[in-house]
T-cell receptor, first 118, second 113 residues
């Protein structure tokens, strides 16, 4: 399977614990995005990487959240001191963008990690 | 700030009908627009992508249109089937560096056999 993969698919944790999610993008894609989706809502942008550089972070990404993409390959999203309000589906997407001309930047999504904070 | 609205929130139709899902957005400075399908508890499957310079895209029984000036897109599904039952999400890509997607809340579609 050459699509976007995420691990784990489900995570249940107790309030105050730290959790880490992993995303493996489509191999030739240079952009990687993280989104968060709560029940009944559309996904909301959290952050994105161009290769290994994290170029933008949403105000939703509090200082308890940190994301990395070492060597421009897979990415991890860590949440420290989890709160019940962090319960959501965390979605990763990847795309391929070149400078000139800019192509479509179609984003392909993984299956998501569903986080439940008790 | 870009806002995306999808109407209706839910739609139930009998099998075989043609149907239209609507999406509107407040800022016409978009890079592209994508329609996605989401099955319960699953990730998003990309259905169609329309670049800002395009007016429509077609894939099989699906046709999506884009009118940037009026801030509207429609997804037309022909000859609906029970397997089309899912939530359909519209997302616009912003015209700045990230081209991050701003999503609507989705339309939950049920096709009755």
């Amino acid at each position: 399977d050459t699509g976007v993969s995420q691990d784990p698919r489900h995570k249940i944790t107790k309030r105050g614990q730290n959790v880490t999610f992993r995303c493996d993008p489509i191999s030739e894609h240079n952009r990687l995005y993280w989104y968060r989706q709560t029940l009944g809502q559309g996904p909301e942008f959290l952050t994105y990487f161009q290769n290994e550089a994290q170029l933008e972070k949403s105000r939703l990404l509090s200082d308890r959240f940190s994301a990395e993409r070492p060597k421009g390959s897979f990415s991890t999203l860590e949440i420290q001191r989890t709160e019940q309000g962090d319960s959501a589906m965390y979605l990763c997407a990847s795309s391929f963008v070149i400078g000139v001309p800019r192509i479509t930047n179609e984003q392909f999504f993984g299956p998501g990690t569903r986080l439940t904070v008790l | 700030k870009q806002e995306v609205t999808q109407i209706p929130a839910a739609l139930s139709v009998p099998e075989g009908e043609n149907l239209v899902l609507n999406c509107s957005f407040t800022d016409s400075a978009i890079y592209n627009l994508q329609w996605f399908r989401q099955d319960p508890g699953k990730g998003l499957t990309s259905l169609l992508l329309i670049q800002s310079s395009q007016r429509e895209q077609t894939s099989g029984r699906l046709n999506a249109s884009l009118d940037k000036s009026s801030g509207r897109s429609t997804l037309y599904i022909a000859a609906s089937q029970p397997g089309d039952s899912a939530t359909y999400l519209c997302a616009v890509g912003d015209d700045q560096g990230a081209q991050k997607l701003v999503f609507g809340q989705g339309t939950r579609l049920t096709i009755n056999p």
